[in-house]
Structure formats: C-alpha cells, structure tokens
C-alpha cells in the first residue's frame, strides 16, 4: 500500500481572511461543505480572532453553526488568546490552532506582542485545552523570512517549534508565510527543527508567491513531513504580511504527490468542482 499524504485545507480560512470585499457568510458556508466532499481529512474553517485585526473572519461563529459536519472531517478554526479559545469551544469546533511566529517583526504586527509574550499568552489556552481535551495545532511563522525583519535564523524557528510542541501542541505547522523560502532556506530550516520535533509532527505551510512552494514540499518530503497546509484554488495571503500571496494550490499539491506514489484520499473530481467555486469567490473582490 503507498505512503498517505495528509493535506490540511486551508482555503476558507487563509484562504478568504484577506479578501478584501466580506465575502457573504453563506458562500464561506458553500466553501466549506463542498470541500467536506472531497476527501480531506482536516479543514481550517474559520479564524477567532479579533474582528477590528481580521473583519473578513468576523462571521466564524455563524459559519461554524451553518456547516455541514462529515463525520470523517476535523474542523479546526484559529485561536490566537483564551478569549478565541472559549468562542471556538462554544462553536463546536473539533481542534483549534495557535499562531506564533519565528520573527519578532511579524509576531507584533500579526497578534500585537513579542515572540516571548505570545508564547506566555498560549500557556492558559493550552492548559484549557488540555482539561478539554481538545487538540491544539501550533504554527511558527516566517520561517525563512519576515517581511520585516529580513531572513529567519533556522535556530529561532527551531526555538519556538520546540516550546510549541513542549507546551503540548500535537503538531506543528511551519510557515512560509510571505513564500520567499528556497528548497536550499528550508533544508536548512527543517534540519534545525528535526534536531527538536519529529518529523511525523510537523506540517510544511508554503505560500507560492515565488512559485517554489512545490519545490518546497518536495524537499519537505525528502525529510520525511507528511502533511501539508494548501489552499483550493491557490486562494489566500496575510493582512499583516504584505507581498504574501495565496497557499500553494491543493490541486497541485494533489497532483504532484500523486505523481510521487503518495495516496490523499481526495476525489480530484470533486476537487477540480470546488477550485471553480473558489475562483467564482475571488471574482467578488474584483
Ligand atoms: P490586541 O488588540 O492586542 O488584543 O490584539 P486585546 O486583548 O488588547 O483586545 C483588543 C480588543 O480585541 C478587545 O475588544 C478584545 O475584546 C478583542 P474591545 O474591548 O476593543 O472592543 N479581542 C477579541 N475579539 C474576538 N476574538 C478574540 C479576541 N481577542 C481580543 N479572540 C489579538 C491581539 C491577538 C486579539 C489581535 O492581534 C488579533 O486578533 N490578531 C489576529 C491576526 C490574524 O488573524 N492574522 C491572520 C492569521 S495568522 C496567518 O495567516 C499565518 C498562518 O497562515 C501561517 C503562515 O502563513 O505563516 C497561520
Ligand atoms: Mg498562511
């Protein structure tokens, strides 16, 4: 039997967070429930974060109460403090995820503090979490380069990826977030991180703005990782990374580990259907 490749979809959340136009709740809904069909295993569906930092995700409580939940489908939604934490346990959601960052720049523009302070500000969270027995994802990101402070020193990535994973985060998920890294900057990085994490707990989060996320991924798998974070359609980017483009598409990501001998489980029919529906999205923001 071949080899699994889990991908993490990610397109309603980082997906649609940078929109710029509110993309109707019952569309993110639509999103959603489409991809519910398709196979994945996880989807990101929603941000519980402050409405004033991110007012595209400002609906996550109704999109959450009007989904579809497939039986076989974990829907995580993002969780920056306790107060996003107590909004996604009352919605339901089957996981939550924590973000950070392996650059200061990117951590104070993002969620509004230092590197040292967030990770103070997930400790109640994850002991929450805990006590609830609700699985938390923990993503580092810039982990080759901020669009403010320049190139990540791979020492600081692993630093925070292991605080992450000591805290108890069950997997982390490394960011590309702006999609400057190079198989050669992130060879270089995933060999920090694996000296701390291994690799069945890591996930590659690659941004294509440079077209290298698949490259990326390649090298990625050659170091063993196994899940990967991507986008139907491409869709996405950051509102506090200026220059981030969209995840690297799931289709492609698909395709090329299909190719590779890996299995998804997703049905690439169902697949090719919702990546024309997360284009007719985009389209509301033109
Ligand atoms: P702050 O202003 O320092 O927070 O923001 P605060 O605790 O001082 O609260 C300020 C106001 O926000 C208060 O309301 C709080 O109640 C409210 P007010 O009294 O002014 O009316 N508030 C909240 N409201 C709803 N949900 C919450 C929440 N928390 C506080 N959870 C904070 C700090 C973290 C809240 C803010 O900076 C924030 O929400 N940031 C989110 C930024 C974000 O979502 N960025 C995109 C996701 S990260 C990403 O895309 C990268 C990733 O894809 C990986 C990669 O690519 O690298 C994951
Ligand atoms: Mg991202």
């Given at each position: 039997m071949s080899e699994f490749v889990t991908i993490f979809e990610m397109g309603p959340r980082d997906g649609l967070q940078n929109e710029k136009q509110f993309v109707p709740t019952e569309l993110k809904i639509q999103l959603v429930d489409r991809l519910s069909d398709c196979g994945f295993r996880k989807i990101e569906v929603t941000s519980f974060v402050s409405p004033k930092w991110v007012p595209q995700m400002a609906d996550a409580q109704d999109v959450m109460d009007g989904i579809y939940r497939h039986p076989a489908v974990v829907y995580s939604v993002l969780t920056p403090n306790v107060k996003g934490y107590t909004a996604a346990r009352k919605a339901s959601a089957d996981e939550v995820a924590i973000f950070g960052s392996a650059s200061e720049g990117f951590s104070r523009k993002n969620i509004n503090c230092s590197v040292a302070e967030s990770i103070e500000r997930f400790k109640p969270l994850l002991e929450k979490a805990q006590h609830d027995d609700m699985p938390v994802r923990g993503y580092v990101s810039c982990?080759?380069?901020?669009?403010?402070?320049?190139p990540t020193p791979p020492e600081k990535v692993a630093d925070v990826a292991r605080q992450l994973f000591e805290l108890g985060c069950y997997e982390i998920s490394l960011g590309d977030t702006i999609g400057a890294g190079t198989p050669e900057t992130i060879g270089k990085m995933l060999d920090a991180v694996l000296e701390h994490v291994p690799a069945s707990r890591l996930a590659g989060h690659f941004h294509d703005t440079k077209a290298r996320a698949l490259e990326n991924i390649e090298v990625s798998l050659a170091k063993g990782l196994r899940i990967f974070d991507a986008a139907v359609g491409g869709l996405g980017g950051c509102p506090y990374a200026p220059g981030a483009k969209g995840n690297v598409a799931t289709e492609s990501v698909v395709a090329l580990v299909e190719r590779m001998g890996f299995e998804t489980g997703i049905k690439s029919d169902r697949l090719a259907e919702v990546v024309e529906f997360a284009r007719g999205l985009r389209r509301t923001d033109a």
């Amino acid at each position: 039997m071949s080899e699994f490749v889990t991908i993490f979809e990610m397109g309603p959340r980082d997906g649609l967070q940078n929109e710029k136009q509110f993309v109707p709740t019952e569309l993110k809904i639509q999103l959603v429930d489409r991809l519910s069909d398709c196979g994945f295993r996880k989807i990101e569906v929603t941000s519980f974060v402050s409405p004033k930092w991110v007012p595209q995700m400002a609906d996550a409580q109704d999109v959450m109460d009007g989904i579809y939940r497939h039986p076989a489908v974990v829907y995580s939604v993002l969780t920056p403090n306790v107060k996003g934490y107590t909004a996604a346990r009352k919605a339901s959601a089957d996981e939550v995820a924590i973000f950070g960052s392996a650059s200061e720049g990117f951590s104070r523009k993002n969620i509004n503090c230092s590197v040292a302070e967030s990770i103070e500000r997930f400790k109640p969270l994850l002991e929450k979490a805990q006590h609830d027995d609700m699985p938390v994802r923990g993503y580092v990101s810039c982990v080759t380069d901020c669009p403010y402070d320049g190139p990540t020193p791979p020492e600081k990535v692993a630093d925070v990826a292991r605080q992450l994973f000591e805290l108890g985060c069950y997997e982390i998920s490394l960011g590309d977030t702006i999609g400057a890294g190079t198989p050669e900057t992130i060879g270089k990085m995933l060999d920090a991180v694996l000296e701390h994490v291994p690799a069945s707990r890591l996930a590659g989060h690659f941004h294509d703005t440079k077209a290298r996320a698949l490259e990326n991924i390649e090298v990625s798998l050659a170091k063993g990782l196994r899940i990967f974070d991507a986008a139907v359609g491409g869709l996405g980017g950051c509102p506090y990374a200026p220059g981030a483009k969209g995840n690297v598409a799931t289709e492609s990501v698909v395709a090329l580990v299909e190719r590779m001998g890996f299995e998804t489980g997703i049905k690439s029919d169902r697949l090719a259907e919702v990546v024309e529906f997360a284009r007719g999205l985009r389209r509301t923001d033109a």
